[in-house]
DNA sequence: TCTGGGGTCCTAGGACCC
DNA sequence: TCTGGGGTCCTAGGACCC
């Protein structure tokens, strides 16, 4: 069979809880026990991992953690995330990765995608005749070594495109590696509930469930014309998938997920830059309000320094007390200064801000990204040459050595006099 | 279920230009 | 004499993913 017609061997590899498991790297003592990332007991925020030994009680990641506190078991450990050493591990298992095939995407901290078509040869042993069966044995050696070397536990799933070996990935779990046959897709997924499918969120499930579509067995025997009112111009696409068909982005395994991305051959988008923070209490004076939108306009304009992008747009987030959320957004002449941002962003702020209610959250996103020119030394304006001195001392220190936001923490912090040396 | 934080992509109306 | 159509940008909101 020529390399056209072969159909696209491609594993989804995902490692198993995996903050909890570097977690039980860091903390041997946690191991077997269980465990809650994503803060602190009964915090304001939500469970990111929840290990194995918690699930039985309804604590999964997504629900809050005041839920999880009262669903868990006493012993249950809670801890806050650490994702630089995250970051670490991830890189890690992309190293080893990518000894078992040249062909990856990163699809996001704890997921990747990875190429076989073409590598069959190169693992059959003597007397090896079935190339998936070849496959799937690499793959668990792969999922042995990340073990073994890393101590994170990965599971695999095996199929002719993205879609499908995602969806095997999570029926693998814990631990496990699932292949699907070329010709088997749809008898795969028909069985499974329409929320397994990649793109069908609360919402879509939701509302097939309404049209009573519960299987991805029925959502594959649609009419493409009934689902567009709910899906618009993706359900076409859905149906396909679901139908087990071999997606264009099969062979290519697509794009890398653009966060990930060091930049863009084609100049068209470059994504974007965001931060939000929920406050611990909500916030009443606008001015404590402004101070943080402050510390989130350095933060964002700093990480477009150090992408080398400029933006034309910023977006102002603000969610109430009563979970009201709106957004605002400005463009304007590219920069990537706070003292171009920041005056923009307080505008927006008092403008937008109409209710007296306590504010719950702020974000603050850059978009409209684009890569200016190489500039020379004279040109550099009074602003970017101060943020060169800033930024200079930031990559030896970290963002907070330096800046009016961390100042601010600072006076705070002596401030409240709760710190001691 | 009193609901995080980082992203992507889509929709839809209005402005503005040709 | 209230009237076209297409293209592109801006703005606001929402679904979804991990």
Redesign the pocket.
């Given at each position: 069979m020529s390399d056209e017609l072969r159909p696209a061997r491609i594993a989804c590899l995902d490692l198993d809880t995996f903050f909890v498991s570097v977690e039980r790297i860091l903390h041997p003592e946690l191991a077997g026990r269980p465990v809650v990332v994503?803060g602190a007991r009964g915090g304001?925020?939500?469970v990111?991992a929840a290990s194995y030994e918690v699930r039985p009680f309804g604590v999964r990641?997504?629900?809050?953690?005041?839920?999880a506190d009262?669903l868990a078991p006493k012993d249950t450990v809670f801890m806050p995330p650490s994702h630089g050493v995250y970051s670490d591990y991830a890189h890690k298992v992309r190293l080893i990765a990518q000894d078992f095939t040249p062909e990856s995407r990163v699809?996001?901290?704890?997921?990747m995608y990875l190429g076989f078509q073409g590598c069959e040869e190169l693992y059959r042993r003597a007397g090896d005749v079935d190339d998936d069966a070849t496959i799937e044995r690499v793959c668990r050696e792969m999922t042995a070594r990340i073990l073994r070397e890393l101590g994170l536990p990965a599971s695999v799933g095996i199929g002719s495109s993205k879609t499908i070996a995602?969806v095997a990935s999570g029926v693998a779990k814990p631990a496990g590696v699932r292949l699907v046959r070329a010709g088997d897709e749809a008898a795969f997924l028909a069985p499974l509930p329409v929320r397994k499918?990649?793109?069908?969120?609360?919402?879509?499930?939701e509302r097939l469930q309404a049209m009573g579509i519960a299987t991805l067995g029925r959502l594959a025997a649609c009419r493409v014309d009934e689902l567009e009112p709910i899906f618009?111009?993706?359900a076409g696409d859905l149906v396909l998938r679901a139908r087990g068909a071999t997606d264009a982005s099969a062979v290519l395994l697509g794009?890398e997920?653009?966060?990930f991305r060091e930049h863009d051959p084609e100049g068209e988008?470059?994504?974007?830059?965001?931060?939000?923070?929920?406050f611990a209490e909500d916030v009443r004076d606008p001015r404590d309000v402004e101070a943080r939108l402050c510390a989130l306009v350095e933060r964002v304009c700093w990480?477009a320094r150090k992408r080398g992008v400029k933006a034309?747009?910023v977006?102002l987030k603000l969610r109430y007390a009563?979970?009201e959320?709106?957004?605002?957004?400005?463009?304007f002449a590219a920069t990537s200064s706070e003292l171009d941002v920041l005056p923009i962003v307080l505008a927006l702020y008092r403008k937008a801000r109409t209710r007296s209610t306590a504010v719950?959250?702020v974000?603050i996103?850059l978009?409209?990204l684009h890569e200016p020119g190489a500039q020379l030394e004279l040109e550099l304006t009074t602003h970017e040459r101060l943020h060169r001195s800033v930024d200079g001392i930031r990559a030896k220190y970290g963002f907070d050595a330096v800046g009016a936001a961390a100042a601010r923490r600072r006076d705070r912090r002596s401030d409240s006099g709760s710190r001691t040396r």
């Open positions: 994503g304001r925020g939500v990111t990641s997504g629900i809050s953690l005041r839920e009262r699809a996001s901290i704890d997921e995602k499918l990649p793109g069908i969120g609360p919402v879509g499930e618009g111009v993706r794009r997920r653009p966060a988008t470059l994504g974007s830059i965001s931060n939000e923070r929920t990480r034309r747009t977006t009563d979970f959320t709106l957004t605002r957004s400005r463009s719950r959250l974000g996103q978009s409209n």
